[in-house]
């Protein structure tokens, strides 16, 4: 099985990850080892899973399946709300249901800011990367003051914030914050998750015409020509692959300023200063 050549992205610990992966959250599990199966057969090598999603055990048994050397896949997944008071516990669970002896980043999926767990989490974080059972670690879904609390209290700096942006909610100051302090953003829900008129906007079908692309893939490139990490999901495989052939043209100036110009700050999932559900 041949890789696809998507290019990778060094993160602040010098950890490299694939731009571009498949995300499997809604993935059922009766269907994840047959989809990320598909994935890694079309050339993926970066999977972007959580134990909220119910499915590691699938994703796990599709690397194991496929013959790949470990250190040929990016695995990452996340510590899950409910899991916070207990990180390394819920930590040891993943690697066993993954079948891997160590993640290739681990997150702590949601802020929780009324809690007041996040930042004994990412203690335990620290401790996990110095274990080296996880080469890089993050978080998702933080906001700018909930980073600030990490960087104040803590000596090391995310890899990643991992925070639902596509063209409708940009996230400018947050990732200008980012961007600042050497922590990647990975986009999660980079198509709006299907949940907009985002592929027919004129903005995106236009330069879809232009370049003999789809609007998914125009979308796709407007994230990775920004320096984004993206894992659409889909389970259906000519689709895998038509989201991972996005390096092979460019985006005018204009075209991205086009689709800059759809900024509304709608978001469709949780707002994380909120959520504090466990
Ligand atoms: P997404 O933006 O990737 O949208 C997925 C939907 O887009 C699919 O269900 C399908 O309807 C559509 N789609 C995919 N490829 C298409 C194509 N080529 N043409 C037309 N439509 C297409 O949304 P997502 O799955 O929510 O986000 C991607 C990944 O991000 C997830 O699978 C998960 O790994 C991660 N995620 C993380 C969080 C978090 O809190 N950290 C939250 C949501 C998602």
Redesign the pocket.
Known sequence: MTALPIPNIALNNGTEIPQLGL????VQPGETERVVSDALEVGYRHI???ALYGNEAEVGAAIAASGIPRDELFITT?LQNSDQDRPHEAFERSLELLGVDAVDLYLI??PMPEVGLALGAWRALIEIAESGRARAIGV??FEIEHLQQLLDETDVVPAVD?I?L?PFHQRRELTAFCAERGIAVEA???????KSDL?ERPEVTSAAEAHGK?P?QVVLRWHVQQGRIV????THRE?MA??AALFDFELSGAEVAAIDSLEAGTNF?PDPRTLNAR
Do not use: I, M, Y
């Open positions: 995300g499997v959250f809604l972007d899973t959580a996340k999926h949601w998702s879904n991992q639902e596509h999660w829900g980079p198509l709006s998750q299907g592929l789809t998914a894992f659409p999901k889909t689709r038509e989201n999932g």
